[in-house]
């Protein structure tokens, strides 16, 4: 099980943590692979000052864009995940 | 910064005194030596020889040390989170309606005619008097006469206590019926003298903050009521959220996002049901079981926004405490009940974080600005009347609930609330939702405010359009991530 957390604060969600999200949860999907991705939220992270989003994936820390969350799946999530 | 732009801050000098006293008792706890301080507060506060309010210094003191003992948390045996300082009690008259020297005698016997008990008589100056054997107090006279000559000598207290919990004890101070005290504090804020005040757990709150270790044993959650932004308004919105920070938070999260849960949960429940009141008031709830408890079982299953969004931190971001700051003293009571116990583990006022703020030397107005927003416009607007009906409205439009007929009535304030209650209790009220509030004006009118006053709906709108988020379903969009982390709540209770 490969554990997704967004930060959903206040500063993140000005960020995007919203559109991040719904990319997400959209990603997981389309791979099917709801059984094997655990996605969840926390308030705040402390790294407001990050230009992006605060996730972390199975601990591991990534400021992440609305636009890069493609990235974040593709190269990190999915690799996990198979 | 002096004494009286302080003094600014508050709408009356009975606040200001009260606030001398928690920010004295926070500066010993913070500093640790509260226990060897405690006994000098009062002359710290009141120095010197010469009498300012009352009789004498000594009495000022001895009012003052009562006010430092509620600041601690008063009397841990009565259940009750208003307490009257007996002592400070001025045992004002209590006479009820009264004819005033104002009466002209004049011809037209207008308060004879209105009254409905024949009470009023007139000597032989054609003076009218009441016969207080047969008054009941309905005020009608001193509503007609031309002159304005009635008045009602009512004590601020029993004035303002509209569920009529407030009388004399035998020493002629005034007295509170828990069974019918609902804690909403229109006391607190009325008395002129200051008698009736709500205990403190500011301690309680600097005890958390001290224990987490800078927020690494657990995280410290402050739950910002929407009224907030009616309030401080020396300062920028931002500011006071860094403000809390500094006092040691780890973050501050809008309740105006629970209020957009309940909303949206709000709506389905309702349109199922058929009929409801609201949840979100506390003290409205509280009158509901205890003057209306056949209506009990109407009341919103929902928690309050407050406790629904403070059970979501605990879900999602634990091991954490989670304080409300709000304008409200009901919610002192509130959070120890065994619903709400487990998600919200300490409430103050805005008065109370006046207090903070100081104790620890934080001037907001130098900081810097903080990141606030969760919530959308509805859950903001649920500060003030007339936000839940016009929420759950909107929440049923996004929830496309089309075939339930939205019959709302906005109860401003606990008279009202009263009314549309005894209505559909006698089974004639045109409506299927009740939003109820014990505040006139709703949150913003609420006792632990620090001002009060007409622009502070138009702020709580103005802030509500800010909100990033425009519909309650974007803003709650994320709600479906409190797959809990850790089990729920309660988890590190001590």
């Known amino acids: ?82 | 910064m002096d004494d009286i732009k302080k003094r600014r801050k508050f709408d009356t000098k009975v606040q200001y005194l009260q606030y001398k006293a928690l920010r004295e008792v926070a500066r010993g706890a913070w500093n640790g030596d509260l226990l060897d301080k405690v006994l000098d507060i009062p002359n710290v506060i009141i120095p010197g020889n010469l009498p300012t309010m009352r009789c004498c210094v000594y009495k000022e003191r001895a009012i003052m040390a009562e006010r430092v003992k509620l600041a601690m948390g008063g009397d841990r045996t009565n259940p009750n989170v208003i307490e009257v300082i007996d002592i400070a009690c001025d045992d004002c008259p209590t006479g009820g309606y009264e004819v005033t020297n104002a009466c002209r005698g004049c011809l037209a016997h207008r308060c004879e005619d209105v009254c409905r008990k024949n009470a009023i008589s007139f000597d032989h100056q054609q003076k009218a008097h009441i016969d207080k054997n047969l008054c009941v107090e309905c005020g009608q006279c001193a509503k007609v006469c031309p002159y304005s000559a009635i008045v009602s000598r009512r004590r601020p207290c029993e004035n303002s206590c509209k569920v009529k919990a407030i009388s004399m004890n035998e020493n002629k101070a005034a007295s509170i019926n828990n069974d019918k005290c609902t804690s909403c504090g229109a006391c607190v804020y009325q008395c002129p003298f200051g008698a009736i005040i709500d205990k403190s757990f500011i301690l309680d709150v600097i005890d958390m903050i001290k224990k987490s270790e800078n927020n690494t044993k657990y995280k410290m959650y402050a739950v910002v009521a929407p009224s907030i932004s009616s309030q401080f308004t020396y300062a920028k919105l931002g500011q006071v959220v860094t403000g809390i920070l500094k006092l040691g938070f780890f973050n501050v999260v809008e309740a105006a996002l629970g209020a957009d849960m309940v909303a949206y949960k709000e709506a389905a429940e309702l349109a199922e049901k058929g009929f409801l009141t609201s949840s979100c008031c506390p003290a409205f709830v509280d009158y509901i079981r205890k003057q209306f408890p056949e209506l009990a079982e109407h009341i919103s299953a929902n928690l309050s926004p407050a406790a629904t969004i403070a059970k979501y931190i605990k879900e999602t971001s634990s091991p954490c405490k989670v304080v409300f700051i709000g304008p409200c003293t009901a919610k002192k009571m509130e959070f120890q009940k065994p619903e709400v116990r487990p998600y919200i583990d300490s409430v103050i006022t805005f008065e109370e974080l006046q207090a903070l703020y100081d104790s620890r030397d934080i001037d907001i107005e130098t900081l810097e600005e903080s990141a606030l927003d969760n919530a959308s416009y509805f859950g903001r607007i649920f500060a003030r009347s007339g936000g839940i009906t016009d929420a759950v409205r909107q929440a049923l439009k996004e929830q496309n609930i089309t075939n339930f007929d939205y019959k709302p009535v906005t109860c401003d304030g606990i008279e009202a609330c009263r009314t549309a209650l005894l209505k559909k209790s006698k089974g004639v009220l045109d409506a299927n939702f009740i939003e109820g509030m014990a505040c006139v004006d709703g949150c913003i009118g609420g006792a632990g405010c620090l001002t009060h006053g007409e622009k502070n709906k138009r702020e709580v709108d103005a802030y509500g359009r800010l909100a990033m988020e425009k519909s309650i379903s974007d803003a709650i969009g994320i709600y479906n991530l409190a797959r809990a982390e850790v089990p729920a709540a309660n988890e590190e209770e001590d």
């Open chain 1, 1 to 82: 099980m490969v554990k997704v957390t967004v930060c959903i604060g206040s500063s993140c969600h000005l960020k995007g943590s919203r559109q991040v999200v719904e990319e997400l949860q959209y990603l997981i999907n389309k791979h099917d692979l709801g059984d094997r991705v655990e996605l969840s939220g926390t308030f705040c992270m402390g790294r407001c000052g990050e230009d992006g989003v605060s996730v972390t994936v199975d601990g591991d820390y990534y400021a992440v864009k609305p636009e890069n969350v493609i990235d974040l799946f593709t190269d990190v999530i999915m690799k996990k995940a198979e």
